[in-house]
């Protein structure tokens, strides 16, 4: 919450073109890990030093970039969670940082109320989105559809990088 709130400022208008570069090392670094499988193994006696300085530092990208997966995503992969810790800790990462990101751009004055309505309706193509995504992964093999998930992330990740520098 710390790190996303120090640095909402950033995405909210003072990065301006970083911003975006940010975004998009971020989702290059993140499809990049995907596809090389990357896993940090993190020794238990490690993670009550790593934890906070990973939350902090996710605070920092997703105050950046609006992006929160990343370094949380393959950290918490790392510690071997079961099934359901993992989901659960997934969700409360990412209802935490949603929360803080928007604390940080109201208090950027950046947190437009009277955009809500166009916010909103950006949500049914998303939802279309998905659910299209949903018949995709049930005719395609879980390996495929991650390698290609991951595929698409990192050419999204590399555009916005070159997009910000033509």
């Known amino acids: 919450v710390g ?16 911003a975006v570069v940010g975004l ?5 670094l993140y499809a990049a890990a995907g596809l090389l499988a990357w896993r940090f193994p993190v020794p238990a006696r490690h993670e009550r030093w790593l934890s ?8 920092v990208v ?13 950290y918490l992969q790392s510690l071997a969670l079961k099934k359901e810790e993992l989901v659960q800790a997934l969700g409360l990462s ?9 604390i940080g751009l109201a208090s950027e004055h950046a947190f437009a109320a009277d955009e ?7 949500v049914v193509p998303a939802l279309i989105g998905m659910w299209i995504g949903q018949r995709v992964r049930g005719l395609i093999s879980a390996a495929s559809f991650r390698r ?13 990088m070159a997009r910000a520098f033509v």
Do not use: D, E, K, N
């Not at 906070?52 to 605070?59: K, N």
């Not at 809500?116 to 950006?122: C, N």
């Not at 595929?151 to 990740?157: A, F, R, S």
């Open 3 to 18: 790190g996303t709130l120090a640095a909402a400022s950033f995405i909210a208008g003072a990065g301006g073109t970083w």
């Open 24 to 28: 998009g090392a971020a989702l290059t």
């Open 52 to 59: 906070p300085a990973i939350g902090a530092l996710t605070g």
């Open 62 to 74: 997703t105050g950046g970039t609006g992006v929160f997966v990343v370094p949380a995503v393959p």
């Open 94 to 102: 990412f209802a935490v940082s949603t929360i803080a990101l928007a």
């Open 116 to 122: 809500l309505g166009v916010s909103l309706a950006a």
């Open 148 to 160: 290609w998930f991951f595929i698409c992330l990192l050419g999204l990740g590399l555009q916005l």
